[in-house]
């Protein structure tokens, strides 16, 4: 059953902490996004890659998020110093696009964060 | 901006009626799009999609209608059941191979 993981699936944190969220696309897959999803912003783009190369990240403030995907099977999304604004849910998401063949994105189940 | 929108914040309906669900686009460009299903707890579910090329696309209990001339995309769910209470959002590509861009999402209740 192919799906997209996503650790941990909840984390608390103090203001200031260092975060990492980790994301295992499905195989084969080359495209791996990141959203942030709130009830005030709904979900919004943070970065994405493809065949591992950072492709969009204009959606991250970049003094405090960086992404990064050490390999095929790895997409970390950092976050340092976490602030309460940043509290939200993190979704991974990864399709393939190559040639002809384009899929959706499929969504993995999410990382609640919570910064206080 | 141009934007990816929902007509209804929330929709409720009875059990075995069929359900509506809104969607209003602004990017003429676009050239697909999607509808998820995300329930409480779960991560975005892919529904049905539709190319713009289309303007009726059919699957399981579930419709999507696109009208280009107006900009608008609807769901149409048949006889809808409980498991269908969720929180549905359309989302659209609006040219070659850049990342989908979702609206603010409908939440859907049935009523049993």
């Known amino acids: 059953d192919a799906r997209v993981t996503q650790t941990p699936r909840h984390k608390v944190t103090e203001m200031g902490q260092e975060v990492t969220m980790r994301c295992q696309p499905i195989?084969?897959?080359?495209?791996v996004f990141w959203y942030r999803q709130t009830m005030m912003q709904g979900l919004e783009l943070l970065a994405y890659?493809?065949?591992?190369?950072?492709?969009?990240d204009s959606g991250m403030p970049k003094d405090r998020f960086s992404a990064e995907m050490p390999d095929a099977t790895l997409a970390t999304l950092k976050i340092q110093p976490s602030e309460p604004r940043d509290s939200a849910v993190y979704f991974c998401?990864?399709?393939?696009?190559?040639?002809?063949?384009?899929?959706?994105?499929?969504f993995g189940q999410g990382t609640r964060l919570t910064v206080v | 901006g141009e934007s990816v929108g929902l007509h209804l914040p929330t929709l409720s309906v009875q059990e075995g009626d069929n359900s509506i669900i809104n969607c209003a686009y602004s990017?003429?460009?676009?050239?697909?799009f999607i509808w998820y299903k995300q329930e409480s707890g779960k991560g975005p579910q892919f529904i049905i999609d539709?190319?713009?090329?289309?303007d009726k696309r059919q699957g399981q209990r579930v419709t999507v209608l696109l009208n280009k001339t107006v900009k608008h995309l609807s769901l149409q769910i048949a006889a809808t059941q409980p498991g269908d209470s969720a929180v549905y959002f359309c989302?659209?590509?609006?040219?070659?191979?850049?990342?989908?861009?979702f609206g603010k999402g409908t939440r859907l209740s049935v009523i049993a």
């Open positions: 990017n003429s460009a676009s050239d697909y």
């Open positions: 989302a659209e590509r609006r040219s070659g191979n850049t990342p989908l861009v």
């Open positions: 539709i190319r713009s090329n289309m």
């Open positions: 998401a990864s399709g393939l696009v190559q040639g002809g063949i384009r899929t959706e994105a499929f």
């Open positions: 890659f493809r065949n591992r190369a950072p492709l969009d």
């Open positions: 195989l084969g897959h080359n495209t």
